[in-house]
């Protein structure tokens, strides 16, 4: 049964930094692309980031590049999203997510193979 599950959401002020983990269980971890979908109230699932099985290749929202980083460890099976500079638009539940390539993760999640049940970021203003 493949599992993700995502850890350090929390709340934070503006300004600040935190890091969210995804532990992946049950699957190919390195035949998989992994990255980070955001849902604040009241509106749509939008993608954060994303990189490939190998973690050379990163692709990131316009709305957090050069604020977010996606790594991953394939050794532990986890992905990680360093979040800095936090603002009050970042403000939403974050969802982990496993795809077969990096575009899938462009197409607003149609075609993820797998999700997580998310974890909550507040950023206060």
């Known amino acids: 049964q493949v599992q993700l599950v995502e850890s350090g959401g929390g709340l934070v002020q503006a300004g600040g930094s935190l890091r969210l983990s995804c532990a992946a269980s049950g699957l190919p971890f390195t035949n998989y692309a992994m990255g980070w979908f955001r849902q604040a109230p009241g509106k749509e699932r939008e993608f954060v980031a994303a990189?490939?099985?190998?973690?050379?290749?990163?692709n990131y929202a316009d709305s957090v590049k050069a604020r977010f980083t996606i790594s991953r460890d394939n050794a532990k099976n986890t992905v990680y999203l360093q979040m800095n500079s936090l603002k009050f638009e970042d403000t939403a539940v974050y969802y982990c997510?496993?795809?077969?390539?990096?575009?899938?993760?462009?197409?607003?999640?149609?075609?993820?193979?797998?999700w997580g049940k998310g974890t909550l970021l507040t950023v206060s203003s």
């Open positions: 990189n490939t099985a190998s973690g050379l290749i990163t």
């Open positions: 997510a496993a795809g077969r390539s990096l575009s899938i993760f462009r197409t607003n999640g149609d075609g993820i193979s797998y």
